[in-house]
């Protein structure tokens, strides 16, 4: 589990800016989308908010892209998908469904993706 004033400041920034004043952070977490390029993960109090750092064209330029943006609300049902790479590696991906499709963030630690399914399972009810 990572801790949301460790991670990156414009990870924050970009955060604090789609928080509502009454949100406040619950878990954060760290997805590998690919090795170079993590996905953030934070969910609060109303949603899950995927991030990650894009570079552009040079490793000087670089940009937040929000890869999803989901309120509880919108969530139907989460599910954790593992496979035996990620049992060696004790790792899960985290399944979002919501009614346009599914999201899917890969590669979480195990524990954390329990947490985290825990977390929004309680939050949508």
């Known amino acids: 589990m990572a ?4 991670l990156p400041s414009r990870i924050q ?7 509502n004043a009454d949100e ?3 878990l954060c977490m760290l997805g590998r989308s690919n090795l170079l390029n993590p996905d953030f ?8 908010l995927v ?3 894009r570079q552009m064209g040079s490793l ?3 940009y937040i892209n929000i890869r999803c943006n ?3 609300a919108q969530i139907t049902s989460v599910k954790l998908d593992r496979n035996l790479k990620h049992c ?5 991906d985290l399944e979002i469904k919501v009614n346009e499709g599914k999201h899917l963030i890969s590669n979480i630690s195990y524990h954390d993706a329990k947490r985290a399914m825990a977390l929004i399972s309680a939050c949508r009810d």
């Open 60 to 62: 000087s330029a670089s």
């Open 88 to 92: 060696i590696f004790g790792q899960a």
């Open 24 to 26: 406040q952070v619950r």
């Open 3 to 6: 801790e949301f004033h460790r």
């Open 13 to 19: 920034e970009t955060t604090q800016a789609q928080l």
């Open 70 to 72: 989901l309120s509880f």
């Open 51 to 53: 991030l990650e750092e």
């Open 41 to 48: 993960v934070v969910i609060t109090s109303d949603r899950v």
